[in-house]
């Protein structure tokens, strides 16, 4: 846990932990462990609230979680 008050720096660290998870996540799609990658997709989003990957990617890989196809990539 990053312990200042200097705003940039705890929104910079949170991005980068949020890039993270995103990278992880993709491995883990591509390998199709979708719910691994849901969960790390989820802490992308704890790091970084709104991440734009972290939200499409949740979204794209719903028809899987119900047992549907393989979630379709863009």
């Not at 705890?10 to 998870?21: C, P, Y």
């Not at 719910?35 to 734009?52: K, S, T, V, Y």
């Amino acid at each position: 846990m990053i312990k200042t008050k200097e705003p940039d720096v705890v929104q910079k660290a949170g991005r980068f932990r949020a890039e993270a998870h995103n990278v992880i996540a993709a491995s883990l799609v591509n390998q199709e462990k979708y719910e691994e990658a849901r969960q790390q997709l989820e802490q992308a989003l704890e790091a970084e609230p709104g991440n734009a990957y972290a939200t499409q990617t949740l979204e794209q890989l719903k028809p899987a979680a119900n047992g549907g196809a393989a979630a379709q990539k863009k």
